[in-house]
């Protein structure tokens, strides 16, 4: 049988009241902490559509984003990036930040996704990101020089 724990002197039993009383009266980890920028889960989730403009060209981008918490990922569909293109990053605020892939036809003779930084902001009704010159680089066999991304500018709304 266990011996039950009393709080038999005055100091414990005002240590014990100090941290009970610091328990109860501390933000529950569910209720919102004001200071936190980061939307909501999902916020910007959906269809998007907009331009992408690079290299005196400009082509018409559809976007599918998902969003879990701060984490992005952007799946982009335009003829600009011939195999196609993704955005993975984190939202904080209205700023956007993270790692744009563009793909490659793949195959022991294709070129392989490469990979550069991509940022810019987000609202509800408005993604803008800047993407820097992304070499290309070369197929598995090394001898076929892959296209990497010229600078562009992903503009999105809905």
């Known amino acids: 049988m266990r011996t039950p724990i009393t709080l038999r002197s005055a100091g414990a039993r005002a240590a014990a009241l100090g941290l009970f009383t610091l328990i109860a009266c501390s933000k529950a980890p569910t209720e919102p902490d004001l200071h936190v920028t980061t939307p909501k889960a999902g916020l910007l989730a959906g269809k998007w559509s ?9 082509s018409p981008v559809t976007a599918t984003i998902t969003q879990i918490d701060d984490r992005v990922g952007i799946q982009f569909e335009t003829t600009f990036f011939e195999y196609g293109s993704s955005f993975t990053g984190i939202l904080k605020g209205e700023f956007l930040k993270g790692t744009l892939g563009v ?10 996704a490469v990979h550069g930084p991509a940022s810019g902001t987000a609202s509800t009704t408005r993604i803008h990101l800047d993407i820097p010159s992304i070499p290309g680089g ?5 001898y076929i020089q892959c ?6 500018t992903i503009e999105l709304s809905r």
Request: aromatic share 4%; proline share 7%.
């Open 50 to 58: 907009g331009t992408v403009e690079g290299a005196g060209a400009q």
């Open 103 to 112: 793909d490659g036809q793949g195959g022991i003779f294709g070129c392989q």
């Open 138 to 142: 070369r197929n598995l066999l090394n």
């Open 147 to 152: 296209p990497g991304a010229p600078r562009s």
